[in-house]
């Protein structure tokens, strides 16, 4: 058994008040900002992420350790 990080985000750490339950999980960090850009444009009709936003995904990114 091998410890492997993972970066998550959740919908919800970056909009509480969304109430969506999104939760996207990636091997690096630009892979989940790619994830949860395709997220809020299918979900949240966000045709761009503007920089404020990008910055709260970036500090709402956490690493997980998962036994794989
Ligand atoms: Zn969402």
């Known amino acids: 058994m ?3 990080q993972y970066k998550k985000l959740g ?3 970056v909009n509480p008040a ?3 339950a999104f939760e996207v999980q990636a091997e690096t960090a630009d ?3 790619r994830l949860a850009a395709d997220h809020g444009k299918n979900a949240h009709k966000m045709t761009s992420v503007p920089p404020e936003i990008a910055a709260k995904i970036k500090s709402a990114i956490k690493t997980v350790t998962v036994n794989v």
Do not use: F, I
């Open 11 to 13: 919908c919800m750490d």
């Open 31 to 33: 892979e989940v900002m």
């Open 18 to 20: 969304g109430g969506c």
């Open 2 to 4: 091998a410890a492997k």
